[in-house]
Structure formats: C-alpha cells, structure tokens
C-alpha cells in the first residue's frame, strides 16, 4: 500500500509553476483515502489535480475517487499539461523553464 504523502519528482515544479502563473494552490498530498495532490483555486472555480510522473498510474483508491467525485479534476504529468487544465497556454518569453505564463 503507497505512503500518503509521499510525492512524484514532478510535484514541486508543478506548483512552483501554477503559484507564478497566479494560481492558487492547496497541497492535499497527505489526505489519502485517493484524494487527489492539488486543489487549484481560479477566478470562479476550483479544479482537482492529480500530479503523476510520466509512466505513474492511479491505485484503486485514486481511481474509486475519480469515478465518484462530481467536480472537475484532472491528471497532469507536465508544467504544460498543469498550466494548461487551468486555462494557461502561453508560456512568457525569458520565463524560468516555462513556470510562468500568460493565459
């Protein structure tokens, strides 16, 4: 069974990037039970996200989370695939490595 709290290599970056782009960003990496790692606050609503590394699959409590939850939620394994489920798309000239963008 996986630790909770335990998070992928590209979860800090990913929150790195969505703060600098101006987004809110909640850690719920510790909540367990399938809960997904983010919750990201955006003018109007607030999506769910689940950072995985390139090859990371759901357990079965994340996929029981999934099948249940109503609200928007999304799976992101890239700053650009994070920036863009939130509605960011176009990464600013000079940013550090793409963690900023433009809507």
Known sequence: ???H???DSNHAA???AL???GRRVLDLGSVGGGC???LIGMPGEN???EVKSAKGELTPEQEEFYR???GPKVIVRTIAEALAATGITTPRAGSLAGASADR
Request: proline content about 10%; glycine content about 4%.
């Open 14 to 16: 990913i929150v790195a």
């Open 36 to 38: 997904p790692d983010l």
């Open 1 to 3: 069974m996986r630790r």
């Open 19 to 21: 703060r600098s782009a």
């Open 68 to 70: 249940l939850w109503p």
């Open 47 to 49: 999506l769910l996200m």
């Open 5 to 7: 709290g335990r998070r």
